[in-house]
């Protein structure tokens, strides 16, 4: 527990997306609370606003009317219209992130992605749905970026929800140091845990990291005692290769072979995310997975005793 009062008071969390009624992050209807800073670039992120741990300008360029205030507002002359008629370019490596450009723009074609909340704001926004997570099943589930990149907050945002009876639930990656996971795990009521490439090079090369920290971690949750769903991200030539897969399949086996797994069909989107960040998307040239590839998928856990569901 937290030693005191005044010491749960003083946290703040970084924040970038409180999403209520969340059906895709854990069991019934869900408050998601999306944090921001992850230690992994995946390539495939869904949420690149989230990487970065400080707040970033975004820019929709569907939205700007080109009036010119966020030029005229930013100090740091980081901003200038598109030549070619849509939009605007934001030099990053001279904007500071500081956030007078959005407050100016008059149509949200620019926005602020992250900001500090105290516990108690957080807190009170995700207890207003108590209702529906009682009725459902429900619950707070914490996401991002990577939450255990600021445990303190998560834990006592989850001491908080279990005081009350609102069960929480980590959507994690897992790679965090195992006092980060131990200090969230003690409030924690099920974990969503993803587990990608098997391959460490595989993994360097397509998240960022390669992969023994996560495992070591979600081999030590797999034996907690805590609920715990496996989450496989399917990226066609990336996790989705069948020699990954049986891998992922073998782990979970030997570990606990009652742990469930979620199978997450590959989806695009972040795309217009990392527009929105200028971040550069390298996997283009990737489309949905065929029925046929998701049966096959399903019939590689179901071979090794394990339940498999493609959600």
Not at 67 to 83: D, L, V
Not at 235 to 244: L, R, V, W
């Amino acid at each position: 527990m937290m030693s005191n009062e005044e010491d749960s008071g003083n946290l703040r969390g970084r924040i970038f997306n409180i999403q209520r009624y969340s059906t895709e992050d854990g069991p019934g209807i869900r408050s998601t609370v999306f944090l921001k800073g992850c230690p992994l670039t995946c390539l495939w992120c869904a949420n690149p606003e989230s990487q970065k741990s400080y707040p970033q300008v975004g820019h929709r360029d569907a939205l700007c009317k080109q009036c010119g205030n966020c030029m005229a507002a930013c100090t740091e002359k980081a901003i200038s219209f598109n030549p070619d008629g849509k939009g605007i370019v934001i030099d990053r490596n001279l904007c500071n992130n500081c956030g007078e450009c959005t407050r100016v723009c008059t149509e949200g074609a620019l926005t602020m992605h992250g900001k500090d909340y105290t516990l108690e704001e957080v807190f009170e926004e995700v207890k207003r749905d108590e209702m529906f997570y009682r009725n459902t099943g429900g619950g707070v589930t914490c996401s991002g970026g990577e939450p255990l990149a600021q445990p303190a907050f998560v834990a006592a945002l989850f001491e908080r929800c279990r005081q009350v009876g609102i069960p929480t639930a980590l959507d994690t990656t897992g790679h965090a140091s195992r006092s980060a996971l131990e200090q969230v795990l003690a409030y924690t009521d099920l974990f969503l845990f993803d587990l990608k490439c098997m391959d460490s090079a595989d993994s360097l090369a397509s998240v960022g990291q390669s992969n023994e920290l996560m495992l070591e971690n979600a081999e030590h949750v797999m034996q907690s005692g805590v609920p715990i769903i496996i989450r496989v991200p399917l990226i066609p030539g990336i996790t989705e290769k069948t020699e990954n897969l049986q891998k992922i399949a073998a782990f979970v086996k030997r570990v606990n072979p009652e742990t469930p797994i979620n199978v997450l069909p590959y989806h695009r989107l972040g795309v217009s995310k990392f527009r929105m960040m200028d971040m550069t998307y390298k996997l283009d040239d990737l489309g949905p997975i065929p029925q046929e590839r998701l049966d096959q998928i399903a019939e590689i856990f179901d071979s090794h005793g394990l339940v498999c569901e493609i959600v």
